[in-house]
């Protein structure tokens, strides 16, 4: 499976934008698909997820009510609509993508989108 994100950009506080994720390759194998975030100096944190019927979603505390995470199977896409921005929001978005093929599990990540929120 190949992850291509696309989306980000410099935005207000306050502002909002929509990352997307563009899957390829055995996307019938995926299971479960996330966003993760990483800023400067800070560990890669999990932001969001979604099974694959886009039935179940989770989020962390720090974007409940402000983030959106939606799919489309039919387009091998998975979205990040986020709302409300704050500086702290700034990090590089990493999608990710889990699951089984051939009997082993695998995890996937794109290559990454930076997403910066100026005060």
């Known amino acids: 499976v190949q992850l291509v994100e696309s989306g980000g950009d410099l935005v207000q506080t306050g502002g909002s934008l929509r990352l997307s994720c563009a899957a390829s390759?055995?996307?019938?194998?995926?299971?479960?698909m996330g966003w993760h975030r990483q800023a400067p100096g800070k560990k890669r944190e999990l932001v969001a997820t979604?099974?694959?019927?886009?039935?179940?979603?989770s989020y962390a505390d720090f974007v409940k009510g402000r983030f959106t995470i939606s799919r489309d199977n039919a387009k091998n896409t998975m979205y990040l609509q986020m709302n409300s921005l704050k500086p702290e929001d700034t990090a590089v978005y990493y999608c990710?993508?889990?699951?089984?093929?051939?009997?082993?599990?695998?995890?996937?990540w794109g290559q990454g989108t930076q997403v910066t929120v100026s005060s």
């Open positions: 990710n993508a889990g699951g089984y093929y051939l009997g082993s599990h695998y995890s996937a």
């Open positions: 390759g055995n996307t019938f194998s995926i299971n479960n």
């Open positions: 979604i099974t694959t019927s886009g039935g179940s979603t």
